[in-house]
Antibody, heavy 119, light 106 residues
Framework: QVQLVQSGAEVKKPGASVKVSCKAS????????IHWLRQAPGQGLEWMGW????????MYAQKFQGRVTMTRDTSINTAYMELSRLRSDDTAMFYC????????????WGQGTLVTVSS | DIQMTQSPSSLPASVGDRVIITCRAS??????LAWYQQKPGKVPKLLIY???TLQSGVPSRFSGSGSGTDFALIISSLQPEDVATYYC?????????FGGGTKVQI
């Protein structure tokens, strides 16, 4: 069965960076894009971008351009999302999610990683 | 960016009610629309894609309609386990924007 398992909660200071991992299993990792999304406490969902595990190609929401980097390691079926220059309003639950194919909707989600930014 | 506007933001209803949530896109998105359900404290779950196609395993009381700019999620007979926040998302173009959510309460 498809599973996406994310790394654990993080607490970071303003200005720092955070790197969240997402380990996939139960399907061919290379064949389906991975999306990253976030949800601030009590707020709605926000799409951050995707990565094509096959070639490492990425597409980022303009809001995050210059601060976000999405990478992958195909040898261990794991995708990563790094967000830099953290601010307090970056405090959120971050999710990875498997695309139906390539740049469409998402059909399986990770359990989420809570990132808290606080001085 | 395409703006997605959901209404209402909050929807009190009774068990057995027919519930309709609407989602409007700021420009045409064909049928590139998905609906997600997020129960309190849980991960979002895909309900419907391509505006009207039910994801495998989703109860048939859920349905979707629409194309272009106007869409709807319909729950034909509300059940207690349907208490959740529902989000629409367009995937016609990046960024894949979400509506603000509709909180359905019994």
């Amino acid at each position: 069965q498809v599973q996406l398992v994310q790394s654990g909660a993080e607490v970071k200071k303003p200005g720092a960076s955070v790197k969240v991992s997402c380990k996939a299993s139960g399907y061919n990792f290379n064949d389906y894009y991975i999306h990253w999304l976030r949800q601030a406490p009590g707020q709605g969902l926000e799409w951050m971008g995707w990565i094509n595990p096959n070639n490492g190609g990425t597409m980022y929401a303009q809001k995050f351009q210059g601060r976000v980097t999405m990478t992958r390691d195909t040898s261990i079926n794991t995708a990563y999302m790094e967000l830099s220059r953290l601010r307090s309003d970056d405090t959120a639950m971050f999710y990875c999610a498997k695309d139906w194919l390539s740049g469409y909707y998402t059909d399986y989600w990770g359990q989420g990683t809570l990132v808290t930014v606080s001085s | 960016d395409i703006q997605m506007t959901q209404s209402p933001s909050s929807l009190p209803a009774s068990v057995g009610d027919r519930v309709i949530i609407t989602c409007r896109a700021s420009q045409g998105i064909s049928a590139y629309l998905a609906w997600y359900q997020q129960k309190p404290g849980k991960v979002p779950k895909l309900l419907i894609y391509a505006a009207s196609t039910l994801q495998s395993g989703v109860p048939s009381r859920f349905s979707g309609s629409g194309s272009g700019t106007d869409f709807a999620l319909i729950i034909s007979s509300l059940q207690p386990e349907d208490v959740a926040t529902y989000y629409c998302q367009q995937y016609n173009s990046v960024p894949h924007t979400f509506g603000g959510g509709t909180k359905v309460q019994i």
